[in-house]
């Protein structure tokens, strides 16, 4: 009997991790997600963690109950992610811990506690958010961009430590789109990134699935 792919999602309370949500439900899919609050969404194919990714106790508690509940973990998404624009000078070492145990840590935590399941199949597919931020060295963003750069380079050599398991990892980086993530951001700092872009628009959620869908095939 044929079952439906079980999809793990971090961040979607809110902007792309809550589209992505309602996308793989719409497709079929098995969703389970988290937040630091509760969901608004209600599927019976879906069902809401509320922990935060930072906490490695409770990420390995939530992914372990997925795991044993559904018997298979096949996609993790982890879009979980904070941001915060100061000048270096300006930035409290509290506000680097909170960028640091997010957007990094919680990454790392939800990577490794999945992948351990996924060994057991032979089988998984990763996708983790990085920033457009990285590339264009963006003034005030710092300690953000460095956040992303250090999911970049863990993913570059987690792919290799888990390609021998049928698990692959890949990295997203999507251009501005318009959710809370850069509400607080001035209007005219998104138009001159948007303008130093290959292509010159905002992103979409329809972007980022595009890009997803050919990370996860088999």
């Given at each position: 009997m044929r079952r439906e792919p079980v999809v793990v999602i971090t961040g979607t309370s809110r902007g792309i991790g809550n589209f992505l949500v309602k996308?793989?439900?719409?497709?079929?899919?098995?969703?389970?997600?988290?937040?630091?609050s509760t969901s608004t969404i209600h599927s019976k194919l879906y069902s809401h963690y509320t922990v935060d990714v930072s906490d490695e106790k409770r990420v390995g508690q939530m992914v372990s109950g997925i795991y044993n509940r559904f018997k298979?973990?096949?996609?993790?998404?982890?879009?979980?992610?904070?941001?915060?624009?100061?000048?270096?000078?300006?930035?409290?070492?509290?506000?680097?811990?909170?960028l640091f145990d997010i957007n990094f840590k919680g990454m790392f935590y939800v990577c490794r506690e999945c992948a351990k399941y996924m060994k057991i199949r032979n089988y998984g597919r990763i996708v983790n958010f990085s920033s457009v931020a990285v590339p264009m060295n963006i003034e005030g963003e710092s300690i953000y961009a460095s956040s992303k750069s250090a999911v970049v380079s863990f993913s570059k050599i987690f792919a290799k430590e888990v390609a021998p398991f049928g698990i692959t990892c890949n990295v997203i980086a999507p251009s501005p789109i318009e959710t809370s993530l850069i509400a607080g951001v001035p209007k005219e700092k998104i138009e001159k990134i948007i303008q130093n872009l290959a292509i010159k628009r905002y992103g979409t959620f329809k972007d980022i699935t595009n890009v997803i869908e050919f990370f996860i095939k088999k």
């Open positions: 996308y793989f439900i719409e497709k079929g899919y098995i969703v389970t997600g988290c937040s630091r298979r973990i096949d996609v993790a998404i982890t879009n979980a992610g904070v941001a915060s624009m100061n000048h270096s000078l300006l930035t409290p070492g509290a506000t680097v811990d909170k």
